[in-house]
């Protein structure tokens, strides 16, 4: 009887990660999942046959502990990232020193392949934290396992983001729709390809080792992409762009918050362009045609329109 191949998927309970997971099902893996909190994985179970998405509980700092859910496994496919802070430090813990361990601990285990998510603009000398702990996980990565393959997705979309989605929500409600860094150029990617890509790193013979950014077709600026979102929802609202300074007081404010609409550090990053570098492949040397905007928006917007899009009126 066959062997069941195993890929263990750090963050596979977050946006991207049930596309993945979802992927890798109908691959016949068996998927194993190590969360904090494993109730968040059983909505995905579903996806798979009886026994084939497995929750693991783990705590990310703990050797140990990752070093049990990746024994054993084939593939290990690392997709843990924060856009903000709850604790200070938090960004060097999870996207920096917990990528290295997971790297290690793949090494030590005889993994064939690891897949490490990162992100368009991560650089060493970043003014952003976030940016800086992206690109220490992927040098902590490349140390302890030199054949990983490293994904840098630009800002990702797709019906469960927290971009357009809320967007579209603020749209509902106020009769201008603020903005910081309205003219930041952006190429998002839909969350469907960045999943493919995963899926293509860890099956393709010429990816180990290798580095992608990952985009799709348009690029636009942060103004150009609300405006086409309020252009699909039927809404009519002008898009402001905050002052600087009002933007670092409600970042400031925003930190007594659990969950801040904006922080300090997304400030630093919104003054960068978010597309690819031009310096490494992306999703078309991975076989990937990446799908547009327009193809994507309407189909998980149109809630948002008024009448929640179950008639049609006039643009508001």
Known sequence: ??????????????????????????????????????DRVRPLITQGRVGQIVPLGLDLGDDAEIARTVQGAEVVINLVGILAERRPGDFQRLQAEAAGRIARAAAAAGVSRLVQLSAIGAENGSDSLYARSKAAGEDAVRAGFPGATILRPSIVFGPEDQFFNRFAGLSRVLPVLPVVGAATRFQPVYVGDVADAVIAAITREDTPGKTY????????????????????????????????????????????????????DQILLLQHDNVPSGRVPGLQELGIVPHSLESILPGYLNRFRPGGGRRRTRTE
């Open 213 to 264: 950014e990952l985009a799709g077709p348009r690029v636009a600026t942060f103004r150009e992409l609300m405006e086409m979102m309020l252009d699909i929802v039927g809404r009519r609202r002008r898009v402001v762009e905050v002052p600087a300074g009002l933007a670092r007081l409600q970042a400031r404010l925003g930190e007594f918050l659990p969950n801040p609409p904006l922080t300090r």
């Open 1 to 38: 009887m066959a062997t069941r191949r195993v890929v263990t998927v750090f963050g596979g309970s977050g946006f991207i990660g049930r596309y993945v997971v979802q992927r890798l099902a109908r691959l016949d893996y068996v998927v194993r999942v190590p969360t904090r909190i494993p």
